[in-house]
């Protein structure tokens, strides 16, 4: 069974830090691996998704790393503004499926 | 291209009856999960359809169930509430039949309370 562990549970930092969150996972045999963003009370926005034979994938201020065969993936994101603040999800798929962690919760002071 | 919707927004029920939620696919998108988020937890998979079948299953009872129609537009029934129900509950669409499985896109959730 798959299970995902995001670390840290919470961040705050001041506007303009680089930061690194990340996300490990049990079970390699995944196909890909996508990073989500979502605001209290709101549904889930797609960020950025790594296929398993990927290794990277940027989007703009974001980056994402893959790491299939430790279990691990680790979000970057430079120049941290207070719009970024949100909660930030993890979820390796499976067949058919997203498993999620619990998130890590981000707030950028100005 | 219209993204995915879910009515309603919020819905307060109370504990023993049942409910219907309403999920509208992305265009051009065969396939619908349904996933429910507890306060301050992940969402954890329901179940999801693909062409008007279920394929797939979580760890939820059967009195929850579900249907998609030929507009590939889904709903999810919740039979004999329980306080616990209590959640966001979050469908997301994506396109599938391929080698890998498609970026699943996410509606904004339907809030249920159960009292």
């Known amino acids: 069974k798959q299970e995902v562990t995001q670390i840290p549970a919470a961040l705050s930092v001041p506007e303009g830090e680089n930061l690194v969150l990340n996300c490990s996972f049990t079970?390699?045999?995944?196909?890909?691996l996508q990073w989500f963003r979502q605001d209290p009370g709101k549904g889930l926005t797609s960020l950025l998704l790594?296929?398993?034979?990927?290794r990277e994938q940027t989007s703009g201020r974001l980056n994402a790393s893959l790491d299939k065969s430790s279990g691990r993936s680790t979000l970057y994101i430079a120049a941290s503004q207070p719009g970024d603040s949100a909660t930030y999800l993890c979820?390796?798929?499976?067949?058919?499926?997203?498993?999620f962690g619990t998130g890590t919760r981000l707030l950028v002071s100005p | 291209e219209t993204g995915v919707t879910q009515s309603p927004t919020h819905l307060i029920k109370t504990r023993g009856q049942q409910v219907t939620l309403r999920c509208s696919s992305q265009?051009?998108?065969?396939?619908v999960s349904w996933y429910q988020q507890a306060l301050g937890q992940g969402p954890q998979f329901i179940f999801q359809?693909?062409?008007?079948?279920?394929?797939g299953r979580g760890n939820f009872p059967p009195r929850f169930s579900g249907l998609q129609f030929p507009n590939y537009s889904s709903e999810l029934n919740v039979n004999a509430l329980e306080l616990d129900d209590s959640a966001l509950y979050l469908c997301?669409?994506?396109?599938?039949?391929?080698?890998?499985?498609?970026?699943?896109?996410f509606g904004p959730g339907t809030r249920l309370t159960v009292l």
């Open positions: 997301a669409s994506s396109r599938e039949g391929g080698l890998l499985p498609d970026t699943q896109y």
């Open positions: 079970d390699s045999a995944i196909y890909n």
């Open positions: 790594i296929q398993s034979s990927q």
């Open positions: 979820a390796p798929t499976g067949f058919q499926k997203l498993v």
């Open positions: 265009s051009g998108h065969n396939t």
């Open positions: 359809y693909y062409r008007e079948e279920e394929n």
